[in-house]
């Protein structure tokens, strides 16, 4: 059982490159969540898709977007990198939209922007 | 408002029993969770509490008092395995849910 799947695991960018972090689950959830995770921080929320065709701006959106054409897939793209981007990005998803039951994380992808 | 606050490290004894505290201040509250995060790894879920008192569920046990906005996890029979972080979260009144920066716990043999 693969979970949410993450890709890549860990990548080093030139600033001002593009970039899209795969994120991809295999649950049926129907909400997921995009977190960037930095040292002395707690997980802040990017952006959020509470079901498939559907997106919205989480606390630190500026700089990245996100899409959900299907239940499954939630790539994440940084348009034009920037070195405050560095950070340790997590995918995850939940059953339902602000679900209290839990979530279910990725393993995360280390981006460095250079 | 976002404030949570948790302490940044903890150190304890195999063996021994731990409290990590919590706390928070919201206007619109639907619940506290409990995740645990190995280092270089994604958090897991822990707990979930969103009536006032103790949920127990093995080793790790979690209390909420709403009024109080608190909340501890308190670890038991601490195994090296436990070196964590630990990280606490509130559901506000969009269920979104805010993070504290968690707490390192260092088990010491």
Redesign the interface.
């Known amino acids: 059982i693969a979970g949410i799947t993450q890709a890549p695991t860990s990548q080093i960018l030139a600033a001002g490159r593009r970039m899209t972090l795969r994120c991809t689950q295999d649950m049926r959830h129907n909400a997921m969540y995009w977190y960037r995770q930095d040292l002395g921080l707690g997980l802040r929320l990017i952006h959020y898709s509470n079901t498939a065709g559907t997106t919205g701006k989480g606390e630190v959106p500026d700089g990245y977007s996100v899409s959900r054409a299907n239940t499954d897939d939630f790539p994440l793209t940084l348009a034009s990198a920037v070195p405050s981007q560095t950070s340790v990005y997590f995918c995850a998803s939940s059953a339902l939209p602000g679900s209290t039951g839990e979530l279910f994380f990725g393993e995360g992808s280390r981006l460095t922007v250079l | 408002g976002?404030n949570?606050d948790q302490p940044t490290e903890m150190t304890a004894t195999e063996g021994a029993i731990v409290q990590i505290n919590c706390t928070y201040q919201t206007s619109g509250f639907?619940?506290l969770?409990w995740?645990q995060q190995h280092a270089g790894?994604?958090?897991?879920?822990l707990s979930?509490n969103?009536l006032d008192g103790l949920e127990e569920k093995g080793r790790f046990s979690s209390f909420l008092s709403r009024s109080k906005g608190y909340s501890y996890l308190l670890l038991k029979e601490l195994q090296m395995k436990d070196s964590a972080s630990y990280?606490c979260?509130y559901?506000d009144s969009?269920?979104?849910?805010?993070?504290?920066?968690?707490t390192k716990l260092i088990i010491k043999p």
């Open positions: 976002q949570i639907n619940g969770f995740y790894e994604a958090p897991t879920f979930y969103v990280l979260a559901m969009n269920y979104q849910l805010i993070w504290g920066a968690g």
